[in-house]
């Protein structure tokens, strides 16, 4: 399984855009990249996944270099309740996957 | 549609005990996983069930098993309980055999504490 690394914290203020990078050096070809949020005392959450280039939803973007051995999950001006820990996965795409989480980036949103 | 759901919210047993979680998976979904998440750590795979069937399991000792019925619920059952088991266990669900996006559905965790 490839591994993934990212920053253990990011503090940001609130309105501004979020950037947490991570790296997966030894993705594979049929890898894809899946980012999940989580607050305290919450089951993790699904926020967005991509292949390749760039993928956009109601709440997040993801960008994917031609190499895909990073990814960068860009949170548009971000609220105090973005405060969470956000996780970078690479894996499988069917439901039957386990998935592999690393230790996460903390993200602390200041007014 | 109601989400995942799990049983006990917070459980304390001491060392040597058993104990049994229960998950509920969000309607439709024919596929249960279940993992540790201990205090500061990202959560880590214990199994994953799919029509009641094991199909898949981490690096956790014989004395965590599991379950799933035919309604797709699921319990995890741990036995001679000891003191790093306490951690947040979740559970998540999903639809295996579709082309979609590898999105697992979790529950809000049972906090077991071990003393």
């Known amino acids: 399984l490839a591994k993934t690394t990212q920053p253990i914290s990011m503090d940001s203020y609130e309105g501004q855009e979020v950037n947490i990078t991570c790296s997966h050096n030894?993705?594979?070809?049929?890898?894809?990249i899946t980012w999940y949020q989580q607050f305290p005392s919450q089951g993790p959450r699904f926020i967005i996944q991509g292949y390749k280039t760039k993928v956009t939803n109601e709440v997040a973007s993801l960008f994917i270099p031609a190499d895909r051995k990073s990814s960068t999950l860009s949170l548009p001006r971000v609220s105090l309740s973005d405060t969470a820990v956000y996780y970078c996965l690479v894996g499988g795409r069917t439901g039957r996957r386990a998935l592999t989480f690393g230790s996460g980036t903390r993200l602390q949103v200041q007014p | 549609e109601t989400g995942v759901t799990q049983s006990p919210t917070h459980l304390i047993k001491t060392r040597g005990q058993q104990v049994t979680l229960r998950c509920s998976s969000q309607?439709?979904?024919?596929?249960v996983s279940w993992y540790q998440q201990a205090l500061g750590q990202g959560p880590q795979f214990i199994f994953q069930y799919y029509r009641e069937e094991e199909n898949g399991r981490g690096n956790f000792p014989p004395r965590f098993s599991g379950l799933q019925f035919p309604n797709y619920s699921s319990e995890l059952n741990v036995n001679a309980l000891e003191l790093d088991d306490s951690a947040l266990y979740l559970c998540a669900s999903s639809l295996a055999g579709t082309s979609g996006r590898n999105e697992q559905f979790f529950g809000p965790g049972t906090r077991l504490t071990v003393l």
């Open positions: 309607s439709g979904h024919n596929t």
């Open positions: 030894n993705i594979a070809t049929n890898d894809y």
